[in-house]
């Protein structure tokens, strides 16, 4: 389809979509983040003049044989376009042209599926990745243009549009048949690309008021999600995998209210809450016992949450697991009281980590320094390293651990800044074969997990609607059931 005709009105006896086909365009209205998304363009122009910038969506990926992954673009495209999940094209590609007061920006994407007999007339019908009969429809160029605020232009002609002789930076690793297509040799720097990279992820630390929505929109729908699973607790005990009904009723909530999950659900019963990343979730949910739920709902925009509860399935913690939530709990709330602009951003771990370390101590469990940690250590995360493994949070937006490509003095060993969004997660593991544990100890993982916002004088926890303390935990689910 040429750039003459692309986005021609379709008629019943003519035009590009000849031979019965009825008129289909739609006029859409602006994605909602959209003027958002060009803010963000502008800052990228800005801190890169003269050189051309391109941005992959990365493309489908395989599962098995013939069938792919759900698409799921770069988040660094979806951060420069507000691209809504349902609508996300594979093998889009921004560029932003150098102009002599900036840059023009395009959209390089697939138009709907051409039915007119033309080089690509068989993709309607023939093609399973990305004919229309086969995965729905696309947008026109046009279409898109008016949703996200940016030229489109077709995927095949990305190529031609692609000078020669103008310095080029690329977020490569995301599309193979951009990185082959742009020689290194128009890179301006050995390092361009990282930099490109890096500046990328960092311009993601910072939230704007639509992002701090969109993540208010995923803690929500999340929050809705905890609540179906306390309703299905009587039942996942009578399952023999009753773990999968959990992670089931959870994601049934994440498809339901936003575009599905921010990660694979953490839904871990007993013991298996001593696993960190536990997503097998095929055990048996027992009555007695605690199920630590780690899980975010990922909204239509790609922003998702991330929130950790540790429900007793009855109803009701026994005196051993009370003991283990109320000093997480206390973390916790230490880490979260330490969340302020100019603090140093490790200071709200610390802070967790002294109080688990402090009641550890109270409880007369011995210290066990980090394996390779130097002689004498007294950090607490090294010395109680037996029990509380990883950091007690991290950024959150796009990504579930969002700008982990930012640089170390801009993220892990800077300051916080009002925009920041960051769990608050702390948790203590005692291994069911653990002996340096009280035996009542032993098998109770315990993790409390919620989302921050910091603002100008402070933090705002934007999961507070969803219970934390363990009396308010039994209070709801007391109500639920």
Not at 216 to 229: E, K, L, N, P, Y
Not at 424 to 450: A, C, K, N, S, W
Request: hydrophobic share 40%; with cysteine.
């Amino acid at each position: 389809m040429s750039m003459e005709n692309r986005d021609a009105p379709a008629t019943a006896n003519g035009g590009p979509f000849e031979g019965g086909w009825a008129a289909s365009d739609l006029k859409l209205p602006p994605v909602t983040g959209a003027a958002y998304a060009a803010k963000r363009r502008a800052a990228v122009s800005e801190r890169f003049p003269g050189e051309r910038i391109v941005v992959p969506s990365g493309g489908l990926k395989v599962r098995s044989n013939d069938f792919d992954y759900p698409f799921r673009p770069h988040s660094a495209f979806v951060h420069l376009t507000a691209e809504q999940g349902s609508q996300a094209v594979p093998d889009s590609v921004l560029v932003l042209e150098p102009t002599g007061s900036g840059h023009s920006v395009t959209l390089f994407t697939r138009p709907r599926s051409p039915r007119d007999g033309g080089p690509n007339g068989t993709e309607f019908h023939s093609d399973r990745r990305y004919g229309e009969f086969w995965t729905g429809r696309r947008r026109t160029l046009s279409e898109t243009a008016d949703a996200l605020g940016i030229e489109a232009a077709p995927r095949d002609d990305l190529d031609r549009a692609l000078r020669p002789d103008v310095p080029t930076r690329v977020l490569r690793g995301e599309d193979p048949r951009v990185d082959a297509l742009i020689d290194a040799r128009l890179s301006p720097s050995p390092h361009a690309d990282a930099e490109l990279a890096q500046f990328l992820s960092e311009l993601r630390l910072v939230k704007d008021d639509w992002e701090i929505g969109q993540l208010r929109t995923a803690v929500d729908c999340t929050i809705a999600a905890f609540h179906d699973v306390v309703g299905e607790l009587d039942h996942a005990t009578r399952l023999a995998r009753g773990e999968r009904w959990i992670e089931g009723t959870f994601n049934r909530r994440a498809r339901l209210g936003g575009y599905g999950l921010g990660f694979e659900t953490i839904a871990a019963a007993g013991a298996h809450a001593c696993v960190l990343h536990w997503m097998r979730n095929d055990g048996p949910v027992r009555d007695g016992d605690l199920l630590l739920l780690d899980a975010g709902v990922e909204a239509d925009s790609f922003y998702t949450a991330d929130i950790t509860r540790t429900l007793p399935v009855n109803g009701r913690f026994t005196d051993a697991q009370r003991r283990v939530h109320d000093l997480v709990s206390a973390a916790q709330a230490a880490g979260a009281a330490a969340l302020r602009p100019g603090a140093r951003y490790g200071a709200f771990h610390d802070a967790a980590m002294r109080v688990i370390a402090e009641g550890l101590d109270a409880w007369g469990l011995p210290p066990h320094g980090r394996p390779g940690a130097a002689s004498g250590s007294s950090s607490e995360a090294d010395l109680y390293r037996r029990y509380t493994v990883c950091g007690s949070g991290h950024m959150l937006g796009l990504d579930c651990h969002d700008c982990a490509g930012a640089r170390n003095e801009t993220y892990l060993g800077g300051t916080l800044k009002a925009g920041h969004v960051l769990t608050v997660e702390p948790g203590l593991y005692f291994q069911p074969d653990d002996l340096t544990v009280p035996e009542e100890l032993r098998g109770i993982g315990v993790r409390i997990e919620d989302d921050f916002v910091i603002t100008a004088d402070g933090s705002l926890c934007l999961s507070s609607a969803l219970p934390r303390g363990a009396d308010e935990v039994e209070t709801w689910m007391a109500s639920l059931r």
